[in-house]
């Protein structure tokens, strides 16, 4: 298969799954799908991009316990130790935050 045209279904499937998300940005299983199809992709940078959108989403505090698990089991298992201190971190401090409230 040509590679230019792998790349440009990849795109093309990129663009629909952020369409829906665009509409639809509360659904959790929605989410979930684009990355582990990103995962699946082995592109660990656009996994990361995408799990940072996730856990800077605004949604009840259930969803993001769920958002930061699957942050930190990435990191566990494509990251190093300052990665996974540092999504720890992040999640410390939303815990925090929301202690706040």
């Given at each position: 298969e040509d590679p230019s045209k792998s790349e440009d279904?990849?795109?093309?499937?990129?663009?629909?799954?952020?369409?829906?998300?665009?509409?639809?940005?509360?659904?959790?299983?929605?989410?979930?799908?684009?990355?582990?199809?990103?995962?699946?992709?082995?592109?660990?940078?656009?996994?990361?991009?995408?799990?940072?959108?996730?856990?800077?989403?605004?949604?009840?505090?259930?969803?993001?316990?769920f958002f930061f698990k699957r942050y930190i089991d990435f990191e566990m298992v494509n990251g190093d130790e300052k990665s996974l201190y540092t999504i720890r971190t992040k999640a410390q401090e939303y815990l925090n935050s929301k202690d706040d409230e």
């Amino acid at each position: 298969e040509d590679p230019s045209k792998s790349e440009d279904k990849q795109w093309y499937q990129r663009r629909v799954r952020e369409n829906i998300l665009n509409t639809y940005p509360h659904r959790l299983d929605l989410w979930s799908v684009y990355l582990d199809k990103t995962i699946a992709l082995n592109d660990a940078d656009q996994s990361r991009l995408l799990l940072d959108r996730m856990i800077g989403l605004k949604l009840p505090i259930k969803k993001m316990k769920f958002f930061f698990k699957r942050y930190i089991d990435f990191e566990m298992v494509n990251g190093d130790e300052k990665s996974l201190y540092t999504i720890r971190t992040k999640a410390q401090e939303y815990l925090n935050s929301k202690d706040d409230e």
